[in-house]
């Protein structure tokens, strides 16, 4: 319908109602507009909005897109579009439409912080701590920019930073909850467990709290009694935190294959397969290319940290690159036919997004060895060695039990594969199907396999690391053992953050222990891969 025979009355009460924050109202007189055949962007945001507050974002987005595509020099709708595509997971498409808001309107704060929300998720810290620092620029009172430059730095171990983004946050607003958590956790890191538990008790206390801060801070509190060695009560506390964050989160369960079940329908498909043929090597855009898998919390973080230490690597840790062969070939986990009837062409189409990938998160790795972190992609490995065939696979193995209880006491961002994490048993079945799958894939498909020991690693870090260069094709580098230098620049989007800033140390091996009444009802699971990789004699009682 032509807008100019169209009843302008109804597009105001369409933006009344909107900025009466009544989105539902909004959306039905949108829809029945657009159902007339009425073309506007107001008409498709309302519509957007509304599907957006009802949890379906998916069908939000492509309302969102056409708003800003028939308006686009209107920096709201690039901005509504960014959010939509973070509540999606979609952070870099998050990015590219907040860069678009940005470009008409460069001095809106909000703008600036939205792009680092994404970025954070998106677990590119760097450019995260640059964009709020850049909403500062815009507005030095922006109190939530302040205070996730403090939760950031808190997060990196750089506890005189985080306190003092916390201190300005709360100049703004003394309520300031983000702040008011950074203080709580540079209490605890530092050793001042008193003013820590003080600090914990108000926060818990108050009404005001939000129940994501109150998630936070119950983990927290978990932490807190583990180093006062109140151990049933840090698990207690560590239990009310997962209970309360599975119940905000519950959305990520709803629709589709959960993790677990990917899992078994890919071992389904494997585990009676004839062994694949090795298909050949393509040429890359790099000296050498690794992938560096295994499970959550089993060292790889502190791998890849000293790995990118060496002058002649480059990594991305897990911000990336995604892979679309992934998205397009594991669609059916049950049915991976077609991965293994497509042409050459059409999985080099693939490779070269690949590393179209890698050079838009601002890597280079022309004459260097490329290093793809993401210790999840082991359920990818039939994609990854379809794609990478002569890619060196790192594999790393830490305690079973130690992998399951820190992955139980870890403040993950959620997605549908943390969200299993948040019950032991949950843990622990994971945990044994990756594994269970992993062993699979290795008796099907022809891969270069290299599996790295955390505890060796710690202990004997010369040897391991001159290992890992002999396997990555390296000279041995000094630079590899100033690892924990390199991590303070805030460059670890993970919650190895503070540990890698320590430098090696051996106080994660037998976390478990204390904990082991706790984890009786999954040891049975977890015990043929203890047996397995050899560390009942070492570190059972």
Known sequence: MELEIFDKARLEAVATALRGRDAKTAGLLAEFDLAQGVQHP?????????????????????????????????????????????????????????????????????????????????????????AFQRALECDSAHSAALGRLAYG?????????????????????????????????????????????????????DAAVSEHARATALGELGDLRDRQGRIDEAFEAYSRANDLTGTLYTGLVAGGLSTSETVRALAGYFENKERLHRFPAPGIPAKGHAFLLGFLRSGTTLLEQVLASHPDVVTLEERGPDVDAVRHFMRAPHDLDPLYRASEQEIQ?????????????????????????????????????????????????????????????????????????????????????????????????????????????VRNFDAEARRLCDVLGLEWSEAMRNFAERSKLGAIATASGPQIARGLNQQGIGRWRPYRSHLTPVLPELQPWVEKFGYELQNDD
């Not at 509540?87 to 792009?115: C, M, Q, S």
């Not at 703004?172 to 530092?190: G, N, P, Y």
Request: charged residues 25%.
């Open 42 to 130: 107001l008409l498709f945001m309302a519509r957007a909005v509304a599907l957006s507050e009802a949890g379906r974002h998916e069908e939000a987005l492509a309302d969102f897109e056409r708003a800003a595509h028939l308006s686009p020099s209107n920096p709201a709708a690039w901005s509504a579009l960014g959010i939509c595509c973070s509540k999606l997971d979609r952070f870099d498409d998050a990015v590219e439409a907040f860069d678009k808001a940005i470009a008409l309107r460069p001095n809106v704060a909000d703008f600036h912080y939205r792009k680092g929300r994404a970025l954070e998720q998106a677990l590119d810290r760097v450019a995260a701590k640059a």
């Open 153 to 205: 730095s808190a997060q990196q171990g750089a506890s005189s930073e985080a306190r003092a983004y916390a201190d300005r946050a709360l100049a703004v607003d003394a309520q300031d909850q983000t702040a008011r958590l950074v203080h709580i956790m540079s209490d605890i890191r530092e050793g001042q467990l008193a003013q820590a538990d003080s600090n914990l008790s108000a926060f818990l206390s």
């Open 349 to 457: 189409k693939y490779r070269d997004l690949y590393w179209q990938r890698v050079r838009k998160h601002g890597v280079d790795p022309t004459n260097k060895v490329f290093v793809d972190k993401g210790p999840i992609q082991t359920v990818y490995l039939p994609v990854i060695a379809r794609l990478f065939p002569d890619a060196k696979i790192l594999f790393a193995i830490r305690d079973p039990r130690d992998v399951v209880f820190s992955c139980f006491r870890t403040r993950f961002g959620m997605n549908s594969t943390t969200y299993e994490l948040l019950t032991l048993q949950g843990a622990a079945d994971l945990y044994a199907g990756v594994m269970r799958l992993a062993e699979i894939y290795r008796a099907v498909i022809p891969m270069d396999v290299h599996e790295v020991r955390h505890e060796a690693f």
